[in-house]
Structures are given as C-alpha cells and as structure tokens.
Nanobody, 115 residues
Framework: QVQLVESGGDLVQAGGSLRLSCVAT????????MGWYRQAPGKQRELVAR???????NYADSVKGRFTISRDNAQNTVYLQMNSLKPEDTAVYYC?????????WGQGTLVTVSS
C-alpha cells in the first residue's frame, strides 16, 4: 500500500528556517508532479509549491523567494526548504502526489512560526 509520510514540522521563530520532507513508500511504479499544500486554522487548503518529475517548479506568490521545493526521484522523496519564515506561514503542511495515476496525501506536519 502506498503512503506519503511527511516530517520536519516544528515550532520556529519568525525569520527562521525549516526543511520538510515527504517520502512515498510502498509498491511504486511512477510518481508524477509532487506538491506541498498547507492549511491554516479556519482557512482552506492552498497550494504552496509543486515540482514535476523533470524538475519544473511553481510556487504560490506568498512564498516565492523564501521557499524552495526539490525532489529526489531515486528516493521517492520531495522536500520543502522554508526560509525567512513568517507567522502567517503557520499551518499544517501536506504532501500530495499522483502515484501510479492515483492521488495520495500525507497525514500532514505542523509548522508553527512564533512572532
């Protein structure tokens, strides 16, 4: 059974950095574009960044220049490097990916940025 497992969420002060990881486990033939989403309390889930299997990326305007998404195809892993964190980045961050043409979500990892 395929699972996406995130890690790296923590409590950090404003201006700090965190690196999130998401690994796909199980029987996997192919993984398409992988994405990071976030959901803050009382708000809808939103796309933060996405990366294709070829390495093309796109970002939400609110994180451009601060966050960097990358992936290791050999390890079925996607990363999100988050720098210059702001209190408004506080949210549960979710990994999403189509694995063998079926969409999977991780369980989420909490990022809290204190002012």
């Amino acid at each position: 059974q395929v699972q996406l497992v995130e890690s790296g969420g923590d409590l950090v002060q404003a201006g700090g950095s965190l690196r999130l990881s998401c690994v796909a486990t199980g029987s996997i033939f192919s993984i398409g574009a992988m994405g990071w989403y976030r959901q803050a309390p009382g708000k809808q889930r939103e796309l933060v960044a996405r990366i294709t299997s070829g390495g093309s990326t796109n970002y939400a305007d609110s994180v451009k220049g601060r966050f960097t998404i990358s992936r290791d195809n050999a390890q079925n892993t996607v990363y999100l490097q988050m720098n210059s964190l702001k209190p408004e980045d506080t949210a549960v961050y979710y990994c999403e990916a189509p694995v063998d043409y079926r969409t999977y979500w991780g369980q989420g990892t909490l990022v809290t940025v204190s002012s």
